[in-house]
């Protein structure tokens, strides 16, 4: 099967606007990502180190059944969607998106510093750019517009020095 | 002396207000009990069929799996007895009224024959078997003869073994999110459609994997219609029976139930397989797996939830 093409980014903003609106009249609850993997982290470190989550004042919020969360739901619905959206497109494939002059390696392990950065910055920021900017600048909440125009600031701000990795 | 007078079963240990009598064992063991009871019915089935050259990994290679599958299934119930080397006691009697009974027979029996049967297959799977002793060669010549009389017994046999598991659970009927009659049925179809799911999984022939993914969409389609009617009736029945019902709408398993059982382990197999039937590119191994996963966490939900359902209080939160 061939690979079709992407969807317009407009219309899949208004996808996306649309997706937000039905959880909240389904869920009561926005969309949100860095949520699900922190929850699934402390977890994680649940099992090996139990003493650690009860004395951190920040895991430890999130120490009884940390998975039982909409979040977690939510994400694993997200995984689900981009698979089957994926298959139909014809995209099913194992693949590196990459400028051309990257190695794969290269890439791979910026996306993981990247990310990490990120996971810090969401949580200090207590969101990310869907469970803050997206989801609580529908509810026009202050924090979450400031938070928006602070990612893209800091984008704008820091692009031009890794702007090589992509062209 | 200090006397207690037991008055009613309630009142032992672990009873009451929340069964705690079964742990992990006993899922695994339905799930493992389900998941032979499949590959042997579809086994003996596609072999009646004339199928034995086309199905290769359904016939002739999943039935050398059910052996060490059903024993680890074994080990599994014998761990869960309080006095293991008393059970050989179940085959001193035969108790028609009796599931315990009925699974007892049917295990003693199917066992047995899915070895002679799966070693039936030996040199067909590895040309090069040698059963080094000829009285071994020369008793597995004679069974091939039989594998007709042998085909049917297991299907029989598979579909008794299919059905108890579920109906263990149901004729316990303290517990009312076990009573009911669905269960028999819904494990016993579970059980096919993972059967048929771990041939996907091994299959290397296109049709059939096209076969058995046909079998498997069928099932998936029967399991979600037979869960669909569980409710319905517990939803109509008395209110124990309502309030066992509102543990997976609204109560402490509805999400593990709806995302992993019947949003992953039956709808999004079904839709990927229908995918997969229009000629969309799917790994064939994903339905197959999702299936097995959602089929093992079925087995560990139904009964953990019929343990903390209960006659007298509503759930706990």
């Known amino acids: 099967m061939k690979e079709q093409k992407y969807w317009s980014p407009y219309v899949a903003g208004v996808g996306l606007g649309l997706t937000l609106l039905l959880a909240f009249v389904l869920m009561g609850r926005g969309l949100g990502a860095s949520g699900a993997m922190m929850r699934f982290e402390v977890w994680f470190m649940g099992l090996f180190a139990a003493d650690h989550i009860a004395a951190n004042p920040y895991f430890s919020k999130y120490a009884i059944n940390p998975l039982s969360n909409w979040l977690v739901f939510e994400v694993i619905g997200v995984m689900v969607g981009g698979f089957i959206s994926g298959a139909m497109a014809g995209r099913l494939k194992f693949a590196v998106g990459k400028g051309p002059r990257i190695s794969n390696k290269g890439r791979l392990a910026l996306a993981f510093l990247g990310g990490s950065i990120m996971g810090f910055g969401a949580r200090l920021a207590r969101g990310c750019t869907s469970g803050l900017a997206l989801t609580g600048g529908a509810t026009l909440a202050v924090g979450g517009w400031a938070f928006m125009f602070a990612v893209f600031a800091g984008a704008y701000a820091t692009a031009w020095f890794v702007r090589r990795q992509w062209i | ?317």
Not at chain 2, 146 to 164: D, E, N, P
Not at chain 2, 185 to 196: D, E, K, M, N
Not at chain 2, 285 to 308: C, E, H, N, W
Request: charged share 15%; glycine share 8%.
């Open chain 2, 1 to 317: 002396m200090n006397e207690t007078t037991i008055t009613s079963g309630r009142m032992n240990l672990g009873v009451d207000p929340v069964l705690h009598a079964w742990g992990w064992e006993i899922p695994l063991y339905l799930f493992l009990g389900g998941l032979t009871a499949g590959i042997l019915f579809f086994s003996a089935i596609f072999y009646l069929r004339g199928k034995e050259d086309v199905f290769r990994a359904g016939i002739k290679v999943a039935p050398m799996w059910v052996p060490p599958l059903l024993a680890i299934g074994l080990v599994a119930l014998m761990l869960d007895l309080s006095h293991k080397l008393y059970f050989w006691k179940l085959y001193t009697t035969i108790r028609w009224e009796s599931p315990m009974s009925w699974g007892a027979w049917t295990l003693g029996i199917i066992f047995p024959i899915s070895m002679a049967w799966a070693a039936t297959w030996m040199k067909d799977v590895f040309p090069n078997w040698d059963w080094k002793f000829p009285i071994v060669e020369k008793t597995i010549e004679l069974l091939i003869k039989y594998r007709r009389w042998m085909a049917w017994s297991l299907i029989v046999l598979a579909a008794i073994l299919g059905m108890y598991t579920g109906i263990l659970l149901s004729a316990f009927n303290a517990r009312p999110f076990w009573n009911t009659s669905i269960l028999g049925p819904l494990f016993l179809v579970s059980g096919l459609s993972t059967g048929a799911a771990f041939v996907m999984l091994f299959s290397k022939n296109e049709q059939e994997r096209k076969r058995y993914s046909q079998v498997d969409m069928v099932l998936i389609g029967v399991e979600i219609f037979l869960i669909i009617h569980l409710f319905m009736g517990f939803l109509a029945s008395t209110s124990v029976h309502i309030q066992a019902a509102e543990l997976f709408l609204g109560g402490p398993y509805t999400a593990v139930f709806w995302v992993f059982v019947v949003g992953l382990g039956l709808a999004f197999p079904l839709i990927v397989e229908i995918m997969e039937l229009k000629g969309i590119h799917i790994p064939a191994k994903l339905p197959a797996i999702m299936v097995l996963t959602g089929g093992l966490i079925l087995r560990f939900i139904v009964v953990d939830a019929g343990q903390s359902s209960r006659w007298l209080y509503k759930f706990m939160e």
